[in-house]
């Protein structure tokens, strides 16, 4: 590579060279009227010598012979036309100092304005050439980018200087009204926001790129929305501080995603916080092959522990992720146990064999639906399963517990809901306990995308179907949340937890489900209402309008860390819990479901099943 280099630099300076020996020798014949004796012919071969050693030695020294034809741009030409006007000062001084050279100095003035012509113009033909090349290439896809800021300058710059050219800008989008009209690389800002649809229609548009890097949820949204009727896929850059620091390109355009639509600020956790809750120690996780439990196990082998144990009953999501953490550290000791939290003889054995410092309870039954079906499922797993676990992590002397709970647990109208915030009871009266040395604690979110349980997969699916894609009710609304945002703030929940709290992540807003099927109908290319039919199929059991965060008695409490909320332990009589509890596992047992339910609504009063509010 570096003789390639060093090649074309000894060709870029004999280029060079040759242009210096012609504009110095044109300046001779201007300016004396195209005839040269003798002496002026010795004076034009000195001034040529110097010029050529004077030139050379600046441009290198300006860093003109590393900047590739191809790219070239303002700042290489203010480079030259310096060069130029030091290397003229320099000629004349050499004029005026030696008695060899008196030929005037308006030759040398001359010279400079046509070398300086003559190097620029062969400098910027390859990328004059190369725009004309592509204002002919007639099989470019029309792009229209959102966004005239710095994403949008370097996103028009990486589309119409790219090698191999795909795409041709027509022009800007952007809601800054002084901007509208001006031109950015020779693009035009043709409208705002406003204007998307029928600037697609107009300049027939293939694709848009949101160069919006901060661009909120709703604004992403209502990109979206507005190309509902105009047949373009949409995609977005990366965020702006992955293209500063180098993590990513600016020509790594990807298809806008579901997250986009979220819309959600980046999560910053202590990692020196997290790193050491973590590193060293032994973490046991159930529900290990679910969304949170896998990411979570993918987080925290970042922070170097000793061994993660995945404890699942579902063989093929523990073996998968068993595959990709060991694929990017094969000497980590990655522990996989195939089995139920229900089972007290596996927790004994698993716990007795690895003795695990921290436990994340992940396991759980979440679909509202089927647990309206099945409140004995629930009681067994949810409250049950959860209540093994901690005795088994109180017994085996684990330094932390921490569960996760669920936005329903808050005014539950469902078993599942109601069965989350008995297993969050459990998990404040073992803090309260004194004799306990375990740190126990819930961490509350919403839905996360993309889980086996939540919305967009059954979306997809439906799409792919040609629909129709089934919506309970046009006003409902959910909290949403990624994946590895969610596990990440667990972790920042457990590193800072002492014991009792529930923590509550901050979900920021809801978003509509009808407005997510109509997005996602749109950025699979479909219009939704025409292609995709949208069914409004009404509210199931169990299910509410819109979730909440915050029990009432709550708010007033809860202290704010960052994007995590945090409630402190409540008074609860542990004894009558208990009391409780076994017999909500005897009526599990016995399958009445409906004295399960009473007997849930008695231990949880705020229980209202089936409001649908």
Request: proline share 3%; hydrophobic share 45%.
């Amino acid at each position: 590579m570096m003789l390639n280099l060093n090649f074309r630099k000894l060709v870029t300076v004999a280029i060079d060279v040759f242009l210096i020996w012609l504009s110095m020798g044109l300046a001779f014949l201007i300016r004396f009227d195209w005839q040269l004796t003798p002496a002026l012919l010795d004076a034009y071969i000195y001034f040529a010598i110097w010029a050529s050693f004077i030139k050379v030695i600046l441009f290198d020294i300006f860093g003109v012979y590393r900047w590739s034809f191809r790219f070239a741009s303002v700042s290489e030409a203010a480079n030259i036309v310096r060069v130029g006007m030091i290397s003229t000062l320099l000629l004349i001084a050499v004029a005026f100092f030696t008695k060899s050279a008196k030929i005037g100095r308006s030759v040398l003035l001359i010279d400079y304005l046509i070398h300086l012509f003559l190097v620029t113009g062969a400098r910027f033909l390859p990328r004059v050439l190369m725009k004309f090349q592509q204002a002919y290439k007639g099989n470019l896809k029309k792009v229209l980018i959102v966004g005239a800021g710095s994403a949008g300058e370097m996103v028009a710059r990486e589309l119409i200087s790219a090698r191999k050219r795909q795409y041709s800008p027509v022009g800007f989008i952007d809601d800054n009204p002084g901007k509208l009209h001006s031109k950015i690389h020779g693009v035009k800002v043709l409208g705002t926001m406003d204007d998307i649809a029928s600037i697609v229609k107009r300049y027939h548009v293939e694709e848009i790129i949101i160069a919006v890097p901060s661009a909120s949820g709703k604004v992403v949204r209502d990109i979206v929305s507005k190309c509902e009727k105009a047949e373009v896929k949409i995609k977005t850059v990366p965020e702006f501080h992955k293209i500063l620091t180098g993590e990513v390109a600016i020509k790594q355009i990807r298809d806008v995603r579901l997250e986009d639509l979220m819309g959600r600020e980046t999560v910053h956790i202590n990692t020196d916080d997290v790193s050491s809750f973590v590193r060293g120690k032994t973490i046991l996780i159930t529900g290990a092959g679910g969304s949170i439990g896998s990411e979570l196990a993918r987080q925290i082998v970042r922070f170097d522990p000793e061994k993660i144990i995945a404890f699942d009953h579902n063989e093929n999501d523990v073996y998968f992720l068993g595959l990709d953490i060991l694929g990017s550290r094969p000497n980590f000791e990655f522990v996989t146990v195939i089995g139920d939290i229900k089972d007290i003889g596996l927790l004994k054995h698993t716990f007795s064999k690895y003795g695990p410092d921290i436990v994340f309870n992940a396991a759980a039954h979440k679909h509202v639906p089927l647990m309206e079906e099945n409140p004995a499922a629930a009681v067994k797993n949810n409250i049950i399963g959860s209540r093994n676990l901690m005795y088994a992590a109180e017994h085996y002397g684990a330094e932390s517990f921490v569960m996760i709970s669920s936005d329903k647990a808050v005014n539950p109208t469902s078993v599942m809901g109601a069965s989350k915030r008995i297993a969050e009871m459990m998990i404040q009266t073992k803090a309260k306990t004194k004799t306990v040395r375990t740190k126990f604690m819930a961490v509350r979110f919403g839905n996360v995308i993309g889980s086996s349980g939540s919305v967009v997969p059954i979306f997809k699916k439906q799409i792919e179907k040609g629909g129709p894609v089934t919506v309970t009710h046009p006003n409902v609304k959910r909290f949403f949340m990624a994946p590895r945002e969610a596990a990440q703030l667990v972790l920042q929940a457990g590193a800072i937890g002492r014991g009792g709290e529930v923590f509550i992540l901050d979900m920021g807003e809801q978003i509509k489900i009808a407005d997510l099927a109509k997005n996602l109908i749109t950025l699979s290319g479909f219009e939704p209402g025409e292609d995709i039919e949208i069914k409004f199929i009404g509210l199931r059991p169990g299910e509410k309008m819109h979730e909440e965060m915050l029990l009432d008695a709550e708010h007033d409490q809860a202290t704010k860390h960052d994007k995590i909320y945090i409630t402190q332990p409540k008074e609860f009589d542990p004894v009558k819990l208990r009391r409780n509890i076994k017999a909500l596992q005897r009526l599990s047992n016995t399958m009445n479901n409906e004295r399960i339910v009473a007997k849930i609504k008695e231990m949880v009063p705020f229980y209202d099943r089936g409001t649908g509010c």
